[in-house]
């Protein structure tokens, strides 16, 4: 098939999974073209199969605000016509899902028919897309997209209780490499960041708001001060002033290394021990689920779609949100018992091989065929 793939290119979950999905289906013979204004960060492989068009959306002193919605509709018209595409499949509602209707109009008028995927991927539901700036535009692009999914059933529901959605949503979960993630850990690599054999904690997101850093460095100041241990803290974002300063406060900061953005996540995270992701809410927590695939149980909030992935007393423990209390003593208890802690890791490997690359890449295979014309097989 012929794939059109449109995400935002950033180290968000979205782009991360709309990335790792057209380099799956890349290798599994499809032609896949990202469509975005910037190389997508995960894109780091070279494939035959795979083809990248820059959405530039041209500046002119009348616009305070370049049109990229505009720019984006008109590239996807000219991939689905130069490039013969068969479907288009957005992630992200905003902007993506309608920019993906208006190209579809366009290109009806010359006779051709593109069917729209839609992907629900979170904040477009529960944070942005809510906003009545936007809920009437994402409600309608929702519901004209031929076939909507979502990344967790909590997400399905929040969209159906936040939005006048009139057809079915399927759920299809996010997923990981596991055979990437559960690579052999460079020893020395361990050495560096924890030289006494301290425990290893993990946290990774963009630092806003909703993730809650700073509950992040207020468990590591409790487990820090009932044994040695180190606090990796991954991405940036608005956030990090605020969680820099608090670490300075608990005179943490030999302890707290902040990494920064990085490409290569599985060589973080197994040389660790627990990620940490006490979020305001996640759609799914896609950081955690590569966690698991490390091996590194989770200590996370139950909110939103959460506890389908983090299953509790088995995988990780979930506590309220802000419950930064029982969530410190759960890292405490885990991390000063060996077997304990050795057959958390194990869970939680087990449970990331549910929602292995392997058993998603063909779901979404199905659906699409559903949708494209019978020579595109
Ligand atoms: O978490 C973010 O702020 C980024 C956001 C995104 O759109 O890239 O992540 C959302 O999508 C990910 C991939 O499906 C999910 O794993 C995240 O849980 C979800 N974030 C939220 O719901 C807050």
Do not use: W
């Amino acid at each position: 098939m012929r794939i059109g793939i449109v995400c935002y290119p950033t180290f968000g979950g979205s782009g991360v999974l709309a990335t790792e999905l057209g380099k799956a289906l890349a290798d599994k013979g499809h032609s896949v073209h990202f469509i975005t204004y910037q190389q997508p960060v995960r894109l780091n492989v070279f494939s035959a199969n795979i083809f990248y068009h820059e959405v530039r959306v041209p500046t002119y002193p009348l616009f305070d605000y370049p049109p990229y919605e505009v720019a984006l509709s008109s590239t996807m018209v000219d991939v689905i016509l130069n490039h013969d595409l068969d479907l288009l499949h957005v992630h992200y509602a905003i902007p993506h899902a309608s920019a993906a209707y208006m190209a579809k109009k366009i290109v009806e008028k010359v006779g051709r028919k593109i069917p729209v995927i839609t992907t629900l991927h979170g904040t477009d539901i529960t944070l942005v897309g809510r906003d009545k700036t936007y809920a009437p535009v994402v409600t309608f692009s929702i519901n004209e997209s031929d076939s909507i999914t979502a990344v967790s059933d909590n997400l399905r529901k929040e969209t159906y209780n936040s939005f006048n959605i009139t057809k079915e949503i399927e759920v299809i979960y996010n997923f990981v490499d596991v055979a990437r993630f559960s690579k052999k850990p460079i020893d020395a690599f361990r050495k560096v960041i924890a030289p006494n054999g301290e425990k290893i904690l993990v946290h990774a997101s963009n630092f806003r708001k909703v993730k809650r850093v700073q509950d992040v460095i207020k468990i590591f100041a409790e487990v820090r001060k009932k044994m040695p241990a180190k606090l990796l803290m991954v991405g940036d974002g608005p956030e990090r002033p605020v969680i820099e300063d608090l670490a300075k406060e608990h005179k943490l900061l030999e302890d707290v290394r902040f990494l920064g953005k990085q490409e290569q996540m599985e060589e973080i995270l197994v040389v660790s021990d627990l990620f940490l992701l006490p979020s305001d809410y996640e759609s799914f927590g896609l950081a955690a689920l590569e966690a698991m695939a490390a091996s590194m149980p989770v200590i996370s909030t139950n909110a939103g779609g959460l506890p389908e992935i983090n299953i509790h007393g088995e995988t990780g423990f979930l506590a309220n949100v802000g419950d930064v209390d029982t969530m410190s003593k759960c890292a405490i208890e885990l991390l000063s018992d060996e077997v304990v802690l050795a057959r958390f890791k194990q869970n939680a490997f087990e449970q990331a091989q549910r929602f292995d690359i392997q058993n998603i890449i063909p779901v979404y295979e199905k659906l699409y065929s559903k949708y494209c014309r019978m020579d595109c097989q």
